[in-house]
């Protein structure tokens, strides 16, 4: 269970890591290693490990903005569906910061929406199978 | 009103009777009317049937209902069926009808048996008096029985997925004769559960116990209501709630209003909740509201309320403390007055990186709001920090106006110096908070300042002229200047702004200018080894992400000007060491060991940072034929150049470097 758990989390990882580098390459020469970068994908990163599950159950899917969004709550205990809330919307924080910091570092504030909308389609090009995203604007299961 | 004539059907009067119709013109209440009642009893073993032609519960009617009755008895005092089964509109419904009627008197008593054990009984004394009573009656068959009324809650049930059972009385009529009307609703939901279908409205578990009574008058009715949440927990969007309060109202209903003339809510936090509200009737939309909190404690309020509503992201870093009085007006749907009373509260919020971060209090005083009229702020700050900077107790005083807040002049203590606002001002605007402000910071220690921070003490002090501080966006722009007199010389910082100071992504850009900064004091400061001397320093376009720096074109050179000039060994150690391999002369590397200090004419070294390379150059026109660069150009006896060779520097690498040598104080490698 640890193992796997250890897994899942280094999975995790690698798929936060892997976007945003690939997000960053199809942007062209974007600098994403800023110390605010750098701080925003370990927060991003840290708080993934709690953020898969909710994937994984349809409790949060990845919406078309480039957020995540509560999608089915129910499927979590009702008293943990605040700290799911706080999850949601501190994860959101996260990334509005990190795709306005990456337009910023590239000394291009004007291209925050751009990088939205590549972060965005990567997040959902790169979901796992069974995750929850928003296509068209509705929600499909991958 | 009760119309009644037997209709005996069939052939000649000898003839046995095959048919015998009891035709009931009508039954009225306030609460129900029935009109054109038959009740048929045919020969030939078909059950006897009544036929209601026309049923109207408050604004809802029916036609064709039909009951049919297996056991039956018409009897002088009155009609009986037992075992029923009611059709409405050509459809069956899943319940069994057992009534009695008496003709003469209009009693009438109905009892519905459900399939699951649950009952409902309705008793009506031919008079004003009805009382209706559920037993273990689940909200699914409510649901059902409620569609036939009105197909609009019915299908709220359902779409909420409620469920749960009711024990409830109803009784509805004068409690003496001649008198108004009175209604009583008692009961108790319990087992009790819903949900939204994306799990945002939510309960379960729950029981609540309620007790509603109401009494005519001449424009509507006087009403009382006490409910109790006895068990359970929801999650009301954004707030998760649990089982506790109780809510105690009493109020009118008129013809255009409903008045809710006080409600008073108990709840774990607060000492007490209390409000009167008016409503329109059509459509519930609310007209006036005035709702009080008397000493709501912060600690609870604050994680479960406040936070959730205010600040989601942050629920996790935000601690309160203390208590809160609030009271807050509404006219005709509109914010018309706010008033918050704090008494020694507190808020802080621990830093994204797990640092000390910000936190203020305790809190005391008294801000009041009104839409139509100016109101004065009274705020007593007994203190709080900024990460590593403490504030001092200090006074809040501001005029409030619609959207507009205008301090008076504050002053803040910071570590020993004072920062002093004047003319500040916020404004609210449809894309948020904007603010202005003049800015003075009476000079601060350096000692206190580097001892806050964690910096080795350093002698001087910091002071500042911001005239023109702005406030738009989440961006501070400080227009001005912020003086640091250090090491004999100052730093001067123009060109300041900061966005998102508090956050992860927290910016900083800035223009410095240093000038005769002693050498001999900053590297003695810094266990850098000894340099005696002066530099001046210009740093543009400085900028610090998360407080470290990513950009900025930096030249230090030797301040002009005929001063001692000598660099020891262990600082041309120190310098070799910053510019990687190879920064000296094979030559002079003997030299090095045989003297404690050298002379020099100048230093001079510039980094251009971007994209975590520093780009080195060395004192102007100090260019080698070997490529390398000077740093310092030696002069007198003995002398010796420090020469870079490595021009692109990365940044972290570099950054390290600098460390060790001032942290760990070690004796850099020469090669």
């Known amino acids: 269970m640890k193992a796997l758990t250890r897994i899942t989390r280094w999975l995790s990882g690698l798929l936060v890591g892997g976007v945003l580098a690939f997000a960053a390459h199809a942007q062209g020469n974007l600098e994403i290693d800023t110390p605010a970068i750098a701080a925003l994908k370990a927060s991003m990163q840290q708080r993934h490990a709690q953020l898969a599950p909710m994937y994984a159950s349809g409790a949060v899917g990845l919406a078309v903005d480039g957020t995540v969004a509560l999608r089915d709550a129910s499927v979590v205990p009702l008293a943990q569906r605040s700290g799911l809330n706080a999850l949601v919307a501190a994860e959101n924080a996260d990334r509005a910061a990190l795709y306005r910091e990456i337009a910023r570092a590239n000394q291009r504030p004007e291209w925050e929406a751009d990088v939205r909308r590549t972060f965005a389609q990567r997040w959902i090009d790169r979901a796992q199978a069974g995750w929850w995203v928003q296509r068209g604007g509705a929600w499909v299961k991958k | ?671």
């Not at chain 2, 009642?37 to 009544?50: H, K, V």
């Not at chain 2, 509201?289 to 992201?313: F, I, K, N, T």
Request: proline share 4%; aromatic share 6%.
């Open chain 2, 1 to 671: 009103m009760l119309g009644l004539a037997l209709l005996l059907g069939g052939g000649p009067f000898a003839r046995a009777i095959d048919r015998l119709q009891l035709s009931i013109g009508g039954l009225t209440h306030p609460a129900f009317e029935l009109h054109d009642i038959e009740l048929g009893f045919a020969a030939g073993g078909s059950p006897p049937r009544l036929r209601i032609g026309r049923l109207r519960v408050g604004a809802s009617a029916w036609r064709d209902i039909l009951l049919a009755c297996p056991q039956a008895s018409l009897a002088r005092d009155g009609v009986a069926c037992l075992a029923g089964t009611l059709h409405v509109g050509g459809r069956r419904l899943p319940l069994q009808v057992d009534f009695t009627f008496d003709p003469v008197s209009a009693h009438l008593r109905v009892d519905l048996r459900l399939p699951s054990g649950a009952s409902l009984s309705l008793v009506h004394d031919g008079e004003r008096r009805f009382d209706a009573r559920l037993n273990q009656v689940s909200i699914d068959e409510l649901a059902m029985l409620a569609s036939l009324f009105d197909a609009g809650p019915a299908d709220a049930l359902r779409r909420y997925g409620a469920s749960g059972r009711i024990d409830a009385r109803l009784v509805w009529g004068p409690p003496s004769p001649g008198g108004r009307d009175v209604v009583r609703f008692e009961g108790r939901l319990s087992d009790a559960g819903f949900s939204s279908e994306d799990g945002l409205h939510a309960g379960e578990q729950l029981a609540v116990s309620f007790d509603a009574s109401a009494t005519a008058t001449t424009s509507g009715w006087n009403w009382q209501l006490r409910a109790a949440w006895e068990q359970g927990g929801a999650y009301l969007h954004p707030f998760y709630l649990q089982a506790g309060p109780v809510l105690q109202a009493q109020g009118q209903v008129g013809a255009e209003q409903i008045r809710i003339e006080t409600a008073s809510l108990t709840m774990e936090g607060v000492q007490q909740l209390a409000l009167s509200a008016s409503l329109w009737r059509g459509g519930l939309v609310l007209d006036r509201l005035a709702v009080s909190l008397a000493s709501g404690d912060l600690a609870v309020l604050g994680p479960r309320w406040l936070a959730p509503l205010l600040a989601p992201a942050l629920v996790e870093r935000l601690r309160f403390a203390g208590t809160m009085s609030a009271g807050l007006t509404m006219d005709a749907g509109v914010l018309t007055g706010l008033e918050l009373v704090f008494d020694q509260a507190g808020v802080s919020l621990a830093g994204a990186a797990g640092d000390r971060g910000l936190a203020f209090g305790p809190v005391s005083g008294h801000v009041p709001w009104r839409a139509n009229a100016q109101t004065q702020a009274d705020l007593r700050i007994e203190g709080g920090h900024w990460e590593a900077l403490s504030l001092g107790a200090f006074d809040v005083r501001a005029r409030l106006k619609g959207g507009q807040v205008v301090f008076s002049p504050m002053q803040v203590p910071v570590l020993d110096g004072v920062l002093a606002l004047e003319g500040l001002e916020l404004t609210r605007h449809a894309e948020g908070w904007q603010g202005r402000a003049g800015v003075v910071l009476e000079p601060l220690s350096m000692q206190a300042l580097t001892d806050a921070v964690g910096l080795p003490q350093m002698a001087g002090v910091v002071s500042a002229s911001l005239p023109g501080v702005r406030f738009s966006h989440g961006e501070l722009t400080l227009d001005g200047a912020l003086v640091v007199s250090v090491f004999d010389g100052y730093l001067h910082v123009t060109g300041l702004r900061v966005s998102e100071p508090f956050g992860l992504a927290s910016h900083l850009q800035a223009d410095v200018e240093a000038r005769h900064i002693d050498l001999g004091q900053l590297t003695d400061t810094f266990s850098f080894g000894s340099i005696t001397g002066f530099a001046d320093l210009d740093l543009k376009g400085l900028e610090l992400v998360r407080w470290r720096p990513t950009r900025f074109d930096a030249r230090l050179a030797s301040s002009p000007g005929d001063y001692r000039r000598r660099i020891s060994q262990r600082a041309v150690q120190n310098i070799s060491a910053l510019g990687g391999a190879g920064a000296m002369a094979a030559l002079q590397r003997g030299l090095l060991g045989m003297f404690e200090t050298f002379g020099y004419r100048e230093i001079g070294l510039s980094c251009t940072l971007a994209n975590g390379i520093c780009d080195m150059e060395g004192i102007a026109r100090g260019e080698r034929a070997d490529g390398g660069f000077r740093i310092v150009r030696g002069g007198g006896i003995p002398a010796l150049d420090v020469i870079g060779y490595n021009r692109r520097v990365d940044w972290h690498e570099l950054l390290g470097r600098i460390q060790r040598v001032i942290e760990d104080n070690v004796t850099p490698e020469l090669h």
